[in-house]
């Protein structure tokens, strides 16, 4: 019989991921894929592989609740960055930004072999949770930004754009029937920020048809994530028994108020996906930072996001397209603190995978956008470990430091309470108990 692996993460200070203080000179004792102890005054057994972590901050692995892994983060106009191995590289660079669990949040066809090959260690990278598919209204969001991005063929047959309740009900049923970890749904007539379209004025789902979504959801035992943009369409899916809105308000602050109030008394959740108007929009210069971020991201998306026929490019010269964008982050980040403030649970997605949201890299810039927002550094992390996973259904096993739960950890030199960059200054990543080291892995 195979000896089980034990390892002690000795002297660090401890973020457990519930919000309480920290706790210095920890132990984290880790048996095979699991945490056996937690505590100040834990023995460390003979033998054990000791993990000096005097001076360093011990924390949960980060989760990003909102991903799209079947897109690449870049331009959209390499062919390269279609192929599986910057997929690959993506899944990896997850892992080298302390993203140990992700949820990818629609159109991705490989998902059950995808899970499967991370489960088994065949691909690196982090816990993949998904939803696998989607359902919109006819010719709405998303179609448009997946023709854009040069993704439409690839996942048109995972998009439902249901015309009736029944329709609705039906790819319900098909989800369940694929064991996807929840339903994602698009209820908005906004395309942003997928196509250059801020303030479009597609079409919403039919009211009988949301309401049929939400229902057969909830009868097959699946969480419904909602696409939205105004505070009337949050209103409508928080009204009609959704669970979590995928994105927060970002085109008004009248009536995000009250919203937020039914939302807290309803208990809906909601992710924070900042990053992406950032990224997507260039309101920021270090996302095209290349050289800072060669081999953590996949060169093929570094590379095709500055050739001229990229997404990126033609977003950049739209007029008035960069003015509006930043508006639209400050309307967020406004109604973030709403939000909070109300009592809801804002949870980390940075909704990487469209053109410009850099998969793992977006992770400590969301982080940092929510302090900016008015969350402190301990709510920020709270809201990327234990609330993210309790958001993506994984609460049980994933995001706090305690006995019994996976040993999904980072080792930081610094403390990302007195600073949130310090995240970024990772030393170590456990996975399950096993030890990765950042600066040896490669996205290419």
């Known amino acids: ?43 460390v057994p003979t033998g054990v592989e000791a993990i000096d972590c005097r001076g360093k901050t011990v924390m949960p692995g980060l989760i990003d609740a909102h991903v ?105 049923r098909r989800v369940a029937a694929d064991k996807a970890d929840g339903v994602k749904i698009y209820h908005s007539r906004s395309e942003f920020p997928g196509t250059m379209c801020l303030d479009c004025n597609r079409e919403k789902m039919h009211p009988e048809v949301l309401r049929a979504v939400i229902d057969e959801s909830h009868r097959q035992g699946l969480r419904v994530f909602a696409h939205i943009a105004w505070p009337s369409e949050a209103r409508e899916v928080v009204e009609a028994g959704g669970d979590v809105l995928s994105h927060p308000i970002t085109h008004a602050e009248s009536g995000a108020r009250e919203v937020f109030e039914l ?67 400050e309307i967020t980040q406004a109604n973030i603190r709403r939000a909070v403030k109300a009592g809801v649970t804002v949870t980390l997605g940075t909704d990487s995978g469209g053109a410009g949201g850099l998969h793992g890299a977006g992770v400590p810039r969301e982080l940092e956008l929510l302090t900016e927002s008015g969350l402190t550094p301990m709510q920020a992390l709270v809201a990327a470990t234990r609330d993210a996973a309790d958001v993506i259904g994984q609460g049980r096993v994933l995001g706090t430091v305690e006995a019994g739960k996976l040993a999904d950890l980072l080792v930081v030199d610094g403390d990302p309470l007195r600073d949130i960059a310090h995240i970024r200054r990772l030393e170590k990543v456990l996975r399950g108990g096993v030890v990765h080291v950042p600066s040896e892995l490669s996205a290419n």
């Open 1 to 43: 019989m195979a000896q089980v692996m034990r390892k002690a993460l000795v002297g660090g200070r401890l973020i457990d991921g519930n919000g309480g203080l920290p706790l210095n000179d920890a132990v984290v004792l880790v048996e095979g894929d699991r945490i056996l102890a937690v505590g100040k005054d834990v023995a």
């Open 263 to 329: 939302m807290a008394e309803k208990g809906v959740r909601m992710h924070s996906t900042m990053t992406r108007i950032e990224a997507y929009f260039g309101l920021r210069v270090e996302p095209f930072l290349r050289e800072d971020l060669k081999g953590k991201v996949p060169d093929a998306v570094l590379e095709g996001m500055s050739l001229q026929r990229s997404v990126i490019r033609r977003r950049h010269q739209g007029p008035g397209i960069t003015g509006d964008a930043r508006r639209i982050l």
């Open 68 to 172: 799209h892994i079947g897109t690449s983060g870049g331009g959209g106009a390499d062919p390269r960055e279609h192929q599986s191995r910057t997929l690959e590289g993506n899944l990896r660079s997850f892992l080298i930004f302390g993203v140990t669990s992700i949820m990818d949040m629609a159109a991705q066809p490989q998902l059950a072999k995808l899970k499967s090959d991370l489960a088994e260690g065949t691909l690196l990278g982090p816990r993949l949770f998904g939803v696998k598919y989607g359902v919109t209204a006819p010719g709405s969001h998303p179609i448009g930004l997946l023709k854009e991005l040069g993704a439409y063929e690839k996942t048109r047959g995972f998009y439902t754009e249901a015309e009736s309740a029944e329709m609705a009900r039906e790819h319900v």
